[in-house]
C-alpha cells in the first residue's frame, strides 16, 4: 500500500487559490474545502495525512479547525501547514502555537510548498502502513 | 516733708520703707525716752520738796528749842547765880546759829523767798534778846549787880524781846506752810506739763506712723496704678501706651520690662504688618495664577479631575463638565468611594474603571492609562491617564485624572485596522494568485513554452508583483511602527554572516547594474542583539536604496567598526557602514533622517516599492537601541551609518579592547 497517495485536505476559502494549489498538489490524493467547517468536516471523514489550511476563512478560522482538531483524539496528531496571508512575526507565533506543523506566509513560491509538504509527510512517515 | 513727697529720686521699696520706719522707730524711742526723763524729774523734784518740808520744820524747831534753851537757862542763873545754868545757855547759841544756817541754806533751793523775809525778822528778834539783853544781863551777873540783873524791868524787857522772838517764829512756822504750798503747787504743774508733753509726742508719733503708712499705700497704690493702667491699655490695642519713669527702682524695672515687652510686641506687629501686606500681594498673585490656571486648565480639550490626597474630588474643569452635563457643585467635595455610583449612571464600564481607581490610594506613584466608555448623556470612549501630582516638596497632593475623547481616534484605529486586514488579507490573496500562476507560467516546465515576447511580459508582470508585495510589507510595518505594536524578538546574531547573506542575495541586482561591491569588515565577529529578519531587513532596505542610488559601475561599501557606548542604551555599539560613490538628495537623506517619511512624492518612480522604506528602517534601528544618520556630499559620496547594540558577552570584551 505504499504506493497509495498522500491524502491533502486543503481549505482556503478563495478558489484561485485553491485551483493554484490543486495545480501544484495535483500528484497527491486531494479534497478541497471552501471553508472552516468544512474543512473540519473534511479531516474527521478522511483523516488524511496532512491538512493545508488557510487562515481567514468563512464559517471557522484556521486556527478554530486547529483547536477543534486538538480536542478530537483521531485527528489530533494529523499534521496540518497553515497556508496564510497574515505574515507578521506574532501572528506565525500564534498559528504554530495553536498546533500547526508549519507556517507559510502566502504569497508563497510554488518549489516552497511543494518542499514543506515532503518534508511533513516524511516526517510523520514512520507511522503504522495503512491498510 | 519734703522727705516723703520727693519721688524723683529712684530707690527700692523695701529701702523707701526701711528708711522711713527706722526714722519713726528713732521718733518714738525719743518720745519715750524723754517721757522716762520727764517722769524721773518730777519723781525728783517732789522728794526734793517732801525733804524740804521735814528740814525746813526741823530746823526752824531747832532755832526756836535752842533759843528755849538759851532762855530758859539765863533765866535760872539770873534766879540762882549758878554757874552751872549757864551752860545751856551757851550752848544754846551756836545750836540756834547753825539750825540758823541750815535754815538758810535750805529755804535757798526752793521758792521761799516769803520765808527767808519771815526769817530775818526772826533773825532780828533773837539777836535782839541776846544782844540787847542775855549778853547785858550775863554781865550784870558776872558783874555781881544781881539786883540790876533781877529787877523787873530787866524781866519784863527780857520777856518781851523773847516774846517778840516767839511771835516771829510763829510767823515764820505760817510763812514755811504757805510757801511750801506755793512750791508744790509749782511741782504739780511741772508734773502736769510733763505728762501733757508726753502724751502730745506719743500722739505726735503715732500720727507719723500712720501718714508714713498712707504715704507709703499711696505712693505704691499710684505707680500700681501706672502700670495696670498702661498694661491695660496696651491690651486694649493702645501700641504706643508705655509706662513712665517710676521712683520704686524694682516697679521701675517692672515698667521698663513692660515697656521693652511692648517695643517687642510693636517691632513683631510691624513685621507682622509686613509680613501681611507682603502675603496680600503674593495672594493677590497667587489668585490672578490660579484663575490663569483655571482658565488654562477649562481652555484644555481634555477632561480633568482632581481628587486629593485625603481622597475628596478637589476639582473638575469646563470639559469634565460638558462631558458628564454636571456641575461642579454636584461633584466637588464628593468622597471617593460614592464616585462608584456616579460611574455606574455614566460609564458602561463602570466597575472595572472603579477598581482601576481604586487601586491609586495603595499606590501612590502609579501612573497608568485605562479606558472608561461613557453611556450617558452621550456614548464617547475616553482614554483616562491618571497621574500622582506631587507638591513644591514633593509631598504626594493628589490625583489627576486626565480623560481624553477618543471616540474618534478609536473609530480611525478600527478603521486602519480593518484597512490593514484588507490590505493584508484582502491585496495579498490576489496577488499570491498573480505570484503563483505567473511563476508556473514563466516556469513553463508544466505549463507548456511561451513565446520571448509573453515571457518578457511575463516577466514584467511578475516584477511588478514583487514590488507591488514589498509595498504591502510596507505597509504593514508601517502601521505596526505606528500603533507601536512591533514586536522585536532580539537574540544574538551574527553581523557579518548577516551581512554576507543579504549581499549574496542581492548580488543579481549588483551585478546587472555593474556594480562594485566590497565587505570591509572588522577581522573579529561581531555578535550583536537584534531580531534576525529585522535586521536583514534593514542591511536589505539600505542595501537595495544604495544600490538603485549608485550609478552604474559605481562603487558601494560595508564597513563595520566598534562604536563605544552610544545612544540610549548604556552598551557597547557597533557602527554599520553601507557607503556609496553615488550622491544621494537631499530629499532621501531627509527621508532616511526624518522620525517619518513626510514626502508624498517619491524621488523617482523606481522607488515606489521603497516608499516607505526609510522610515521603517529607522524606525527598525531606533527598536533595537541603535540611531541611523544618512549623509551626501556632492561629488563624494553619500552614506547611512547605523548602530547596533552588542550582545552582552562581546560588549564586555570589546569594552576590556577599548581600554588597552
Request: charged letters at 20%.
Amino acid at each position: 500500500m505504499n504506493s497509495m497517495k498522500a491524502k491533502l485536505v486543503i481549505a482556503d476559502d478563495e478558489a484561485d487559490i485553491r485551483r493554484l494549489i490543486v495545480f501544484l498538489l495535483r500528484s497527491y490524493d486531494l479534497f478541497e474545502a471552501q471553508n472552516g467547517k468544512r474543512a473540519l468536516e473534511l479531516i474527521c471523514e478522511v483523516q488524511p495525512d496532512l491538512a493545508l489550511l488557510d487562515v481567514m476563512m468563512p464559517e471557522m478560522t484556521g486556527l478554530e479547525v486547529l483547536t477543534a482538531m486538538g480536542e478530537n483524539p483521531l485527528i489530533a496528531s494529523t499534521p496540518v501547514i497553515m497556508l496564510s496571508a497574515k505574515g507578521q512575526a506574532d501572528e506565525i507565533e500564534q498559528g504554530l502555537q495553536s498546533g500547526a506543523t508549519r507556517y507559510l506566509v502566502k504569497p508563497f513560491e510554488s518549489q516552497a510548498l511543494r518542499t514543506c509538504i515532503a518534508e511533513v509527510l516524511r516526517e510523520s512517515a514512520p507511522s503504522p502502513v495503512k491498510e | 516733708m519734703r522727705l516723703f513727697v520727693r519721688e524723683k529720686r529712684p530707690t527700692r521699696v523695701v529701702d523707701w520703707l526701711n528708711a522711713r520706719l527706722s526714722l519713726i522707730f528713732v521718733l518714738i524711742l525719743v518720745v519715750f525716752l524723754l517721757g522716762i526723763g520727764a517722769s524721773l524729774y518730777a519723781f525728783n523734784v517732789q522728794r526734793h520738796l517732801d525733804d524740804q518740808k521735814v528740814l525746813l520744820r526741823e530746823d526752824a524747831d531747832g532755832m526756836l528749842q535752842a533759843m528755849t534753851d538759851q532762855q530758859s537757862g539765863l533765866r535760872d542763873y539770873i534766879s540762882t547765880n549758878k554757874s552751872v545754868f549757864l551752860a545751856p545757855f551757851l550752848l544754846g547759841r551756836p545750836a540756834y546759829l547753825a539750825s540758823l544756817q541750815d535754815l538758810t541754806t535750805q529755804l535757798q533751793t526752793g521758792p521761799f523767798q516769803h520765808t527767808l523775809i519771815g526769817l530775818s525778822v526772826v533773825e532780828e528778834t533773837a539777836d535782839e534778846w541776846y544782844n540787847n539783853y542775855a549778853i547785858s544781863q550775863v554781865q550784870e551777873m558776872q558783874a555781881g549787880k544781881l539786883t540790876d540783873a533781877r529787877s523787873d524791868t530787866s524781866i519784863l524787857n527780857g520777856s518781851s524781846l523773847f516774846a517778840q522772838f516767839r511771835a516771829a517764829m510763829v510767823q515764820l512756822q505760817v510763812t514755811i506752810g504757805q510757801d511750801l504750798v506755793v512750791y508744790q503747787n509749782q511741782v504739780n504743774t511741772i508734773n502736769l506739763s510733763l505728762v501733757i508733753g508726753s502724751l502730745v509726742l506719743a500722739v505726735g508719733a503715732n500720727a507719723a506712723f500712720l501718714w508714713l503708712l498712707r504715704s507709703f499705700t499711696g505712693t505704691l497704690q499710684r505707680q500700681l496704678v501706672r502700670l495696670t493702667s498702661t498694661t491695660e491699655r496696651l491690651g486694649e490695642g493702645e501700641q504706643s501706651a508705655r509706662v513712665v519713669s517710676l521712683t520704686f527702682i524694682d516697679l521701675d524695672q517692672v515698667g521698663q520690662s513692660i515697656n521693652r515687652m511692648a517695643d517687642a510686641i510693636q517691632q513683631h506687629l510691624n513685621t507682622i504688618e509686613e509680613a501681611m501686606r507682603t502675603l496680600e500681594r503674593q495672594y493677590a498673585l497667587v489668585e490672578r495664577a490660579q484663575s490663569e490656571s483655571r482658565a488654562i486648565f477649562d481652555a484644555s480639550s481634555e477632561a480633568f479631575l482632581f481628587i486629593s490626597a485625603s481622597g475628596i474630588v478637589h476639582a473638575i474643569n469646563r470639559p469634565f463638565r460638558e462631558f458628564f452635563a454636571m456641575s461642579a457643585e454636584e461633584i466637588v467635595g464628593m468622597p471617593f468611594a460614592d464616585l462608584q455610583h456616579l460611574w455606574e449612571a455614566l460609564f458602561a464600564n463602570a466597575a472595572s474603571f472603579h477598581a482601576d481607581l481604586a487601586q491609586d490610594s495603595a499606590n501612590q506613584e502609579r501612573r497608568y492609562t485605562t479606558m472608561a466608555i461613557q453611556k450617558e448623556p452621550q456614548y464617547r470612549e475616553l482614554a483616562v491617564s491618571s497621574t500622582p501630582v506631587p507638591g513644591s516638596s514633593n509631598a504626594y497632593l493628589g490625583r489627576l485624572y486626565v480623560l481624553r475623547d477618543v471616540t474618534r481616534e478609536r473609530e480611525a484605529e478600527r478603521l486602519k485596522a480593518e484597512f490593514n486586514a484588507l490590505v493584508s488579507h484582502g491585496l495579498r490573496s490576489p496577488l499570491t494568485s498573480i505570484k503563483g500562476y505567473t511563476d508556473l507560467l514563466i516556469q513553463q516546465e508544466e505549463t507548456g513554452s511561451l513565446t520571448e515576447l509573453q515571457q518578457e511580459f511575463l516577466g514584467i508582470v511578475q516584477s511588478n508583483t514583487r514590488r507591488l508585495l514589498a509595498l504591502v510589507n510596507d505597509l504593514l510595518d508601517m502601521s505596526r511602527l505606528e500603533a507601536q505594536t512591533m514586536v522585536i524578538h532580539a537574540v544574538p546574531l551574527d553581523l557579518h554572516s548577516l551581512i554576507r547573506d543579504v549581499t549574496r542575495s542581492m548580488r543579481p541586482q549588483i551585478e546587472e547594474r555593474r556594480q562594485r561591491l566590497s565587505l570591509r569588515l572588522a577581522a573579529a565577529p561581531f555578535i550583536v542583539l537584534g531580531d534576525e529578519n529585522r535586521v536583514g531587513q534593514i542591511l536589505t532596505n539600505l542595501l537595495s536604496f544604495a544600490a538603485s542610488h549608485t550609478p552604474l559601475e559605481g562603487r558601494i561599501d560595508w564597513e563595520t567598526q566598534p562604536a563605544g557606548v552610544t545612544g540610549a542604551l548604556d552598551t557597547m555599539m557597533v557602527r554599520i557602514t553601507c557607503s556609496s560613490s553615488g550622491d544621494f538628495s537631499a530629499g532621501d537623506v531627509a527621508a532616511f533622517n526624518q522620525p517619518f517619511f513626510h514626502d508624498s512624492a517619491p524621488s523617482t518612480s523606481e522607488t515606489v516599492g521603497g516608499l516607505l522604506g526609510p522610515s521603517i528602517t529607522r524606525s527598525l534601528v531606533e527598536l533595537h537601541g541603535g540611531t541611523l544618520q544618512a549623509s551626501a556630499e556632492a561629488g563624494k559620496g553619500s552614506a547611512f551609518a547605523f548602530t547596533l547594540p552588542l550582545a552582552p558577552s562581546q560588549a564586555s570584551m570589546q569594552e576590556v579592547i577599548a581600554h588597552m
